[in-house]
Antibody, heavy 119, light 106 residues
């Protein structure tokens, strides 16, 4: 059974850094593409970043140059390194698995981790 | 960037009603469209992909249709468990979500 468990969220001051983790079970992250999606309080869903099975990555314009997605195959875990955080980055961050690179909808989601950027 | 626009933003309905939510894309996305259901405090759940294919385990009262720029999600007979927020998502070029449609009890 597929499970995704996010961790690493918390309260951080503007300009600070945080690393989110997404631990996967029931499948192998190295052969699947994985993504991060965020949801600001009371708002809709926003795609943030994706790492393909081949390890190339894409980013939303709003985070490019500040966030970095990576994975550790030995830990079956995906990460989101978030630097230069802004108040507008406050959100619940979900990781999700892509069904495939060709049919790239998100078939499994984690429960989310809350990031609050505030002074 | 492809923009997705859902309507209505909020929908009030009775149990047993037939409900339709519309999603429009700013340019053609063929059938590269998914629908998700989200309940408060929970992660989104995949309902439909490729515009009209029902995800395994999703009740058959949910259906999707459309292609190009116009899409619909229909719930044939609204059940108490269906009161939630629904999002469309295009995956033709990167990934973009609609703003959501909240289905409320009337």
């Amino acid at each position: 059974e597929v499970h995704l468990v996010e961790s690493g969220g918390g309260l951080i001051q503007p300009g600070g850094s945080l690393r989110l983790s997404c631990a996967a079970s029931g499948f192998t992250v190295s052969t699947n593409s994985m993504t991060w999606v965020r949801q600001a309080p009371g708002k809709g869903l926003e795609w943030v970043s994706l790492i393909y099975s081949g390890a190339s990555a894409n980013y939303a314009d709003s985070v490019r140059g500040r966030f970095t997605i990576s994975r550790d195959n030995s830990r079956n875990t995906v990460y989101l390194q978030m630097n230069s955080l802004r108040t507008e980055d406050t959100a619940v961050y979900y990781c999700a698995k892509l069904y495939s690179d060709y049919d790239s909808y998100f078939d499994y989601w984690g429960q989310g981790t809350l990031v609050t950027v505030s002074s | 960037d492809i923009q997705m626009t859902q309507s209505p933003s909020t929908l009030s309905a009775y149990v047993g009603d037939r409900v339709t939510i519309t999603c429009r894309a700013s340019q053609s996305i063929s059938t590269w469209l998914a629908w998700y259901q989200q309940k408060p405090g929970k992660a989104p759940k995949l309902l439909i992909y490729k515009a009209s294919t029902l995800e395994s385990g999703v009740p058959s009262r949910f259906s999707g249709s459309g292609s190009g720029t116009e899409f619909t999600l229909t719930i044939s007979s609204l059940q108490p468990d269906d009161f939630a927020t629904y999002y469309c998502q295009q995956y033709s070029s990167y990934w973009t979500f609609g703003q959501g449609t909240k289905v409320e009890i009337k």
